[in-house]
């Protein structure tokens, strides 16, 4: 990644200077001058804005929101995810009375759940040790966890920034910025952002048991520091390499009415490889952590979205 500075008064009259990650396909700008460059993005801006609603409020709850919403999410699918929220939780101190199973509930499909947590503590920590009160500035917005330096300047300035560039097909042609742009006049748009080397791909085998008797089924709450903390899953085996269903079948002998095919879930440095067993059985379901509920009621407990998927696609 690279970076580049910018002056943020887009919307405010506040002024000052922060880093905005730069997935764009231009890499250098020039400019006779920075006022030049900050009058081009400012008029950029408030001719294509487009209407969102957390740019027609004041309140930093729901810019904070907003914000973290974003964070590694397209507007287009956050916007859902920010309704959701408001209309669940419209004041922090709703945020902070919800228990943390249904705060990810409401965040599930997003990913990155680490985000929601964190939402969830700070939301905690602002209801009840700072009176409600959001801090009012940049710095003491730094402290907070889970805001970095972009988040807090969008909430201290009452501002949210739109980059017309994209990780692929950048609106070249619409840009104010077209005539100083070095990819575009020497025509390697198609070669940016330099993609640095990529992260090593691990894959994992997962195998989930779906025991079913009587409309009741078991669940477990994934611990540890790894992928889908604290959400829901049935059972678990992880195996280390793939071809390990004729063993599982073996174990559960005849109660095994069903094997999904392999199922392909790819996370960012994760390729998972999935199958579903369901079995005909409770009996061998012992284990401590497991908990047994109504199948109705899976819709209660936030589960990993390829779970979700797979049930959406098989009517259990």
Known sequence: SFYFWVYCSIVTNVTYLKIIPLYCACKIYIFPSMTEFHLLIAEWYRQTKRDLPW?????PYFIWL?????????????????????????TIQDLANADLQT???????????????NLHQTAQIIANEL???????????????????????????????????????????????????????????????????????KNRFFHYLIFTIDNQTYIQQRKGR?????????PLIETDEDGQSEAIMQEYGEAVQNVSTPLSHLLSHQRITARFYHINSLERSTSSDWILIQKSAIDQFPIPRLIDKYLEQYSW
């Open 103 to 117: 705060v990810l509930n409401h965040w599930q499909g997003l990913g990155y759940y680490s985000r929601a947590r």
């Open 55 to 59: 740019r027609n409020t004041k309140n």
């Open 131 to 201: 009176n409600g009160i959001f801090p009012a500035s940049y710095d003491e917005l730094l402290q907070l966890k889970g805001i970095g330096p972009y988040t807090a300047a969008a909430i201290a300035s009452f501002s949210y920034k739109e980059l017309h560039c994209t990780p692929k097909n950048p609106k070249c042609a619409s840009c104010v910025l077209q005539v100083n742009c070095l990819a575009f006049s020497n025509k390697t748009v198609h070669n940016r952002p330099v993609k640095t080397k990529k992260t090593k791909v």
């Open 226 to 234: 790894d992928i889908w903390e604290e959400l829901y899953q049935f």
């Open 66 to 90: 907003s914000e973290v919403i974003l964070q590694q999410t397209r507007v287009d699918q956050g916007i859902s995810y920010y309704y959701r929220f408001v209309e669940s939780f419209p």
